[in-house]
């Protein structure tokens, strides 16, 4: 069956330092790769996706993800971090054959800010 | 803007009682989605329609029912609430015309109901 996994369930990273969130997926065929972002009591918000060609991926607010088939892996960066960006993020795989993509979403990740 | 709404944002009902959550969109787009999210968890799809066609996840609960007049609007019925089913609900939208450039869903803010 076709999963996600977000290694870390809690990050803090100080205002300004790099970002680096992990996402792990298992699909036997090409994934669909999707980053959400959740705020408190908040609906989410796409940040990028990944469905082909250039394996390194731009997205809102100054994210990127990285696609690689080899690790199977698609992690989120950012170069500085701001006070704005805590929140959760979520890492999904689009499961479908031709017709609607159903996600499987990881566990998710939540983001705190230090100022 | 095109955008999903979702109404209301908070709800309160009683144990038993059933409910009504709504969903509408702007955006014309043929699937709608229903996703349970539980504190902490990540969201769970329960169903979704692709235009008028209903698809049921397997394990989504006979409590959950899902109503879609026309294209804008859906509508999640719980129809005898547990405290189980305390959560945030959130609608979300696609266009199969979108495939080929990886279909992206659009969600809602959510409606988070209490369960008393």
């Known amino acids: 069956a076709q999963s996600v996994t977000q290694p870390d369930i809690h990050i803090t990273v100080s205002e300004g330092a790099s970002l680096e969130l992990r996402c792990n997926y298992s699909?036997?065929?090409?994934?669909?790769l999707f980053w959400y972002v959740q705020s408190p009591g908040q609906g989410l918000q796409l940040l990028l996706k990944?469905?082909?060609?250039?394996?390194l991926v731009q997205g809102i607010k100054g994210f990127e993800a990285e696609f690689k088939r080899s690790q199977s892996s698609f992690n989120l960066r950012k170069p500085s971090v701001h006070w704005s960006d805590a929140a959760e993020y979520f890492c999904?795989?689009?499961?479908?054959?031709?017709?609607?993509?159903?996600?499987?979403f990881g566990a998710g990740t939540r983001l705190a800010v230090h100022p | 803007d095109a955008m999903v709404i979702q109404n209301p944002r908070y709800q309160v009902t009683q144990f038993g009682k059933p409910v009504t959550l709504s969903c509408s969109q702007t955006l014309n787009h043929n699937v709608m989605y229903w996703y349970q999210q539980k504190s902490s968890q990540a969201p769970k799809l329960l169903f979704h329609?692709?235009?008028?066609?209903?698809?049921n996840e397997a394990d989504t609960p006979d409590n959950f029912q899902s109503r879609r007049p026309n294209t804008s609007f859906c509508f999640l019925d719980i129809r005898s609430p547990g405290l189980g089913d305390a959560a945030m609900y959130l609608c979300?939208?696609?266009?199969?015309?979108?495939?080929?450039?990886?279909?992206?869903?659009?969600f809602g803010p959510g409606t988070r109901l209490l369960v008393l």
């Open positions: 329609y692709y235009d008028k066609d209903f698809n």
């Open positions: 979300a939208t696609s266009s199969l015309r979108d495939r080929e450039r990886g279909e992206t869903q659009y």
């Open positions: 999904a795989v689009g499961e479908g054959s031709g017709g609607y993509n159903k996600l499987i």
């Open positions: 699909y036997g065929a090409t994934p669909y």
């Open positions: 990944y469905f082909s060609g250039d394996t």
